[in-house]
């Protein structure tokens, strides 16, 4: 089975699936989510689907950290789709360019990532979990191979993720930049890495939301802005993912 977390501005992938069934996470996850409104972008629930015979479920909407959410609730929903009987899991996002040659709009393909959240997922345990290829070299071809398919623009990259809530500083930009990353954002390392400690095939998915702070002279980041990006990304970025669960 496979299992999709869709990130900001992403939700609307799912009217173009047969559902099922519809659960609001709080169901899962209980009492920690009651009265705790997401950001704009994720509705919070998990919906089964289907695609081209293809099971799949989907997530609509992630928890993150800087909602204040401790660390092994943001990556609870991953242990859960396990669970349920996921074995490749494909994360997506918006996400900053820390680089001129990714543009906006452009999709991103993860290769590998850069954990700069301030805790790891699997602390409090004894998971020495290999990190060698947390994203899967035979995803990542089929991925960019149906997105060249769709004469989409898309390239492999690093993610480093941060915190959040804040953007980053031009300072931070390039200090990311010069670590090895390629893109930024505020999700997605910590869900890989416990995906991969259970033995999950993981792909990243992205799509560059904005220039990163400093990129674009006098340029200000709001979340409105990604989310209106994200109207306009909706079709291709429906189009790619569901050609790479049709390869899968």
Known sequence: MIGVILGSGLGSVVDRLQTSDITPLNRVLGEE??????????????????????DLLILQGRLHYYEGFPIHLVVEPVRYLKTLGVTTLILTFACGSLKRRFKTKDFVVLSDHIHLQSTNPLRGTTQFVDCTEVYDRELRAKLLGSAKRLKLRAFPGVYASTDGPSYETPAEVRAFAKLGADVVGMSVTAEAL???????????????????????????????????????????????????????
């Open 33 to 54: 989510l009651e009265g705790r409104v997401p950001p704009l972008g994720h509705h919070r629930r998990m919906i089964k689907a289907k695609y081209k015979n293809r």
């Open 194 to 248: 416990v995906a991969r400690s259970l033995g999950l095939r993981v792909a990243g998915l992205g799509w560059v939301s904005n220039m990163a702070s400093g990129l674009v002279p006098k340029h200000k980041l709001s979340h409105q802005e990604v989310l209106d990006y994200g109207r306009q990304i909706e079709t291709p970025f429906s189009k790619l993912l569901l050609s790479f669960i049709e390869s899968i």
